[in-house]
């Protein structure tokens, strides 16, 4: 019987474990997302000066956003060719 509890048991925090990464990550609150944009501007890519200024302000709207992906938008269809591949016509 006691064996069987501790499978139970087990059993229970296993699906503990795997149901507690479903939580949402990106769940930060606006005070910390600013700590994080002020960070940025203060540690720019490739070790540059701080942004001061316009450009700060700039940096600061548009991380606060969410929208500033440098890639831009997606195009297509994932693994789909750009253009039709030429094919040889049927015989």
């Known amino acids: 019987m006691h064996r069987y509890m501790a499978i139970a048991g087990s059993m229970v925090a296993i699906s503990l474990a795997l149901l507690l990464p479903s939580a949402p990550a990106s769940a930060i609150t606006a005070k910390q997302k600013m700590a994080t944009c002020d960070f ?4 720019p890519e490739g070790g540059g000066p701080k942004l001061v200024g316009a ?33 040889p016509e049927p015989k």
């Open 40 to 43: 940025g501007a203060d540690h």
């Open 55 to 87: 450009k700060r302000k700039q940096f600061i709207s548009r991380c606060m956003s969410g929208k500033n992906d440098p890639r831009g938008p997606g195009v297509g269809t994932p693994g789909a060719p750009s253009e039709p591949m030429d094919e």
